[in-house]
């Protein structure tokens, strides 16, 4: 069963580059890496997705090494809004299991 | 702007009553995904269908649990009987592209007493 792990909690101030780091040694060959933000009282909502190196949107960078054991989830310049719950979902085959969740807290 | 709905939002119902859940999937997606989260065990899958035709369920309890997709607008989760252990909130999801991108619903909070 594929397993993810990921911290429990950081915290951080406005302004400042937040990193998240996601271990997920089993994924299976074809699939690709996805991150979710959750806010209290609200389902997950997707925020980037990648298969290697990196990938960047609007809102975030996804980082991936190659051996592809880990991600990065990169959020620059945070604010106080980006106080949520951030899930990686890493399958392994027809396995979707998301990480336990890293509470991300931003001071001002 | 397209959304996932979810009804009952919030539900509360006695040990051994039923329970249906409802979803509406955003028009033109084909896949649909139910989740159980709780604070114990996280966000857990359970079941997922695509093109109405269901992929995985081997997250689902079989002996009370049923996931059913009666059309594309529509996909149901059941439980039958309800037991305390199922007090949780209950999303459903759905995708176009593949697994990876899913548009979550707001939730169906359910408490078993």
């Known amino acids: 069963l594929a397993k993810t792990t990921q911290p429990i909690s950081m915290d951080s101030y406005e302004g400042q580059e937040v990193n998240i780091t996601c271990s997920h040694n089993?994924?299976?060959?074809?699939?690709?890496i996805t991150w979710y933000q959750q806010f209290p009282s609200q389902g997950p909502r997707f925020i980037i997705q990648g298969y290697k190196t990196k990938v960047t949107n609007e809102v975030a960078s996804l980082f991936i090494p190659a051996d592809r054991k880990s991600s990065t989830l990169s959020l620059p310049r945070v604010s106080l809004s980006d106080t949520a719950v951030y899930y990686c979902?890493?399958?392994?085959?027809?396995?979707?299991?998301f990480g336990s969740g890293t509470r991300l807290q931003v001071q001002p | 702007d397209a959304r996932v709905t979810q009804t009952p939002r919030h539900k509360v119902t006695e040990m051994g009553q039923e329970v249906t859940m409802r979803c509406q999937p955003i028009l033109g997606h084909n896949t649909v995904f139910w989740y159980r989260q709780t604070m114990m065990q996280g966000l857990e899958l359970l079941a997922y269908f695509r093109n109405r035709a269901p992929l995985d369920d081997s997250g689902m309890p079989k002996d009370r649990f049923s996931a059913e997709m009666p059309d594309a607008t529509l996909a149901t989760l059941k439980i039958q009987p309800s037991e305390p252990r199922d007090s949780a909130v209950y999303f459903c999801?759905?995708?176009?592209?593949?697994?990876?991108?899913?548009?979550f619903g707001p939730g169906t909070r359910l408490t078993v007493t």
């Open positions: 979902l890493a399958p392994r085959g027809r396995a979707l299991t």
């Open positions: 089993n994924i299976a060959t074809n699939d690709y």
């Open positions: 999801a759905s995708g176009s592209k593949d697994r990876y991108e899913q548009y």
